[in-house]
Protein backbone atom coordinates (compact mmCIF):
# COMPACT_ATOMS: atom_id res chain seq x y z
CA UNK A 1 0.00 0.00 0.00
CA UNK A 2 1.54 3.15 -0.95
CA UNK A 3 1.53 6.11 1.71
CA UNK A 4 1.00 9.69 0.79
CA UNK A 5 2.92 12.49 0.97
CA UNK A 6 2.82 16.33 2.23
CA UNK A 7 5.11 19.44 2.11
CA UNK A 8 5.35 21.41 5.20
CA UNK A 9 5.02 25.51 3.96
CA UNK A 10 9.24 25.62 4.76
CA UNK A 11 9.31 22.69 2.37
CA UNK A 12 7.23 24.74 0.00
CA UNK A 13 9.20 27.30 0.00
CA UNK A 14 11.68 26.24 -0.52
CA UNK A 15 10.35 24.51 -3.95
CA UNK A 16 9.67 27.55 -5.34
CA UNK A 17 12.60 29.26 -4.10
CA UNK A 18 14.66 26.21 -6.38
CA UNK A 19 12.28 26.49 -9.04
CA UNK A 20 12.86 30.19 -9.03
CA UNK A 21 16.72 30.31 -9.29
CA UNK A 22 16.35 27.57 -11.76
CA UNK A 23 14.27 29.33 -14.14
CA UNK A 24 16.27 32.34 -13.71
CA UNK A 25 19.52 30.35 -14.30
CA UNK A 26 18.60 28.07 -16.74
CA UNK A 27 14.97 28.45 -18.41
CA UNK A 28 11.80 27.76 -17.80
CA UNK A 29 11.61 24.54 -19.25
CA UNK A 30 15.14 23.36 -16.94
CA UNK A 31 12.65 24.76 -13.98
CA UNK A 32 9.66 22.75 -14.86
CA UNK A 33 11.38 19.49 -15.47
CA UNK A 34 14.01 19.96 -12.43
CA UNK A 35 10.57 20.97 -10.00
CA UNK A 36 8.68 17.84 -11.78
CA UNK A 37 11.72 16.08 -10.59
CA UNK A 38 11.84 16.75 -7.41
CA UNK A 39 8.31 15.94 -6.69
CA UNK A 40 8.13 12.62 -8.46
CA UNK A 41 11.17 11.40 -6.15
CA UNK A 42 8.58 12.54 -3.12
CA UNK A 43 6.37 10.16 -4.45
CA UNK A 44 8.67 7.56 -4.73
CA UNK A 45 9.87 8.03 -1.52
CA UNK A 46 6.15 7.37 -0.16
CA UNK A 47 6.29 4.30 -2.23
CA UNK A 48 9.71 3.38 -0.65
CA UNK A 49 11.15 3.01 -3.70
CA UNK A 50 14.16 5.21 -3.03
CA UNK A 51 16.91 4.76 -0.34
CA UNK A 52 17.08 7.17 2.45
CA UNK A 53 19.26 7.23 5.55
CA UNK A 54 18.47 8.35 8.69
CA UNK A 55 19.56 11.62 9.76
CA UNK A 56 20.28 10.89 13.19
CA UNK A 57 22.14 8.10 12.80
CA UNK A 58 24.59 9.42 9.93
CA UNK A 59 24.45 13.05 11.27
CA UNK A 60 23.39 13.85 14.72
CA UNK A 61 22.70 11.68 17.59
CA UNK A 62 20.20 14.10 18.87
CA UNK A 63 18.01 14.29 15.78
CA UNK A 64 14.65 13.13 16.23
CA UNK A 65 14.77 9.52 15.15
CA UNK A 66 12.02 9.58 12.40
CA UNK A 67 14.07 12.17 10.47
CA UNK A 68 15.78 11.22 7.29
CA UNK A 69 16.87 12.67 4.08
CA UNK A 70 17.31 11.04 0.23
CA UNK A 71 19.01 13.10 -2.19
CA UNK A 72 17.60 14.04 -5.23
CA UNK A 73 19.93 16.32 -8.14
CA UNK A 74 21.42 18.79 -6.27
CA UNK A 75 19.08 18.85 -3.47
CA UNK A 76 18.73 16.48 -0.61
CA UNK A 77 14.79 15.85 0.80
CA UNK A 78 14.44 16.21 4.39
CA UNK A 79 11.76 14.20 5.32
CA UNK A 80 9.95 12.67 8.49
CA UNK A 81 8.95 8.93 8.11
CA UNK A 82 5.27 8.48 9.36
CA UNK A 83 3.14 5.17 9.23
CA UNK A 84 0.24 6.50 6.76
CA UNK A 85 2.87 9.73 5.37
CA UNK A 86 5.91 11.18 4.87
CA UNK A 87 6.00 14.60 5.48
CA UNK A 88 8.31 16.52 3.43
CA UNK A 89 10.33 19.35 5.89
CA UNK A 90 12.94 20.81 3.79
CA UNK A 91 14.66 21.11 0.48
CA UNK A 92 18.04 21.47 0.77
CA UNK A 93 21.12 22.36 -1.68
CA UNK A 94 24.25 19.58 -1.29
CA UNK A 95 26.27 22.82 -0.52
CA UNK A 96 24.26 23.64 2.54
CA UNK A 97 25.60 22.50 6.00
CA UNK A 98 23.14 19.76 6.30
CA UNK A 99 24.20 18.76 9.66
CA UNK A 100 24.24 22.43 10.95
CA UNK A 101 20.56 23.03 9.29
CA UNK A 102 19.26 19.81 10.49
CA UNK A 103 20.01 20.81 13.81
CA UNK A 104 18.86 24.35 13.35
CA UNK A 105 14.91 22.51 13.10
CA UNK A 106 15.38 21.32 16.39
CA UNK A 107 12.94 18.25 17.11
CA UNK A 108 10.76 17.89 14.33
CA UNK A 109 9.26 21.69 14.55
CA UNK A 110 7.58 22.50 10.81
CA UNK A 111 5.23 19.74 11.09
CA UNK A 112 1.74 20.61 9.48
Known amino acids: MSRTWVLTRQAE ?29 CSALADGMVHSRSCRALLDPDLPEDLRFARMGRHYIVFIEEPARIVIVDLLHVSSDLPRRLAERGDGEGRD
Not at 18 to 25: L, M
Open 13 to 41: AALEDIADWTWQTFGPRQAELYAEDLIAH
